[in-house]
């Protein structure tokens, strides 16, 4: 790290992670008994998660993945969502499954659900690795798979970034907000 480089607080390890994962995945299996499914990720932040998910997930699958925007370059959103990568699948009468990093206020999932359920899919389930509970959630919000509760804050590693940067981290890590973001 350089000198200029936030303060990070490690929050859940490679290990917890994995074994998490494979809870989940152990339950989608099941939920799902061999019926095929349309892995959707919600890039860029997903990747490394839904590497791991669907390494472990049994059924039939295709995955595709929905670019979106919302952050800017620092740590607060923007507020307006714009897709910048549209999934390139017809997902018309298929099961869906929107596997995200992050659920926060629920603005970004209730837009996704609201894009993809234009499209026609039979069902629409939501796996999402951290769930980041905000006093401005949408509380409608159904996520059927979730991997952690987290406490407000903004985190780094196992592919989430800051600008690009901590990605490649194996744990996740909370940002010490009060250390130079530079």
């Known amino acids: 790290m350089h000198q200029t480089d936030p303060k990070l607080k490690p929050i859940i390890s490679e290990k917890q992670i ?3 994962i494979s809870q989940m995945a152990r339950q989608i299996n099941a939920d ?21 998910l669907v390494r472990q997930l049994e059924m039939e699958s295709r995955t595709d993945f929905l670019w979106l925007a919302s952050y800017g370059s620092g740590t607060k959103s923007s507020g307006r969502i714009e897709v910048i990568k549209d999934i390139d699948v017809d997902i018309r009468e298929q099961r869906v499954l929107v596997v995200e990093d992050i659920v926060d206020s629920g603005r970004t999932l209730a837009f996704i659900h609201s894009h993809l359920e234009k499209k026609g899919p039979r069902e629409i389930k939501v796996c999402a690795l951290l769930d980041k ?12 798979y979730m991997g952690f509760q987290v406490d407000q804050g903004f985190l780094v590693g ?3 970034d800051l600008d690009q940067r901590y990605r490649h981290l194996p744990d996740i890590y909370r940002i010490d907000m009060e250390a130079d973001v530079g």
């Open 18 to 20: 994995q074994e998490r």
């Open 32 to 52: 799902y008994r061999g019926q095929p499914v349309m892995i959707i990720g919600v890039l860029k932040g997903v990747f490394v998660f839904m590497a791991d």
């Open 133 to 144: 509970r905000s006093d401005a959630r949408i509380e409608h919000l159904g996520i059927e």
């Open 158 to 160: 196992y592919g989430l």
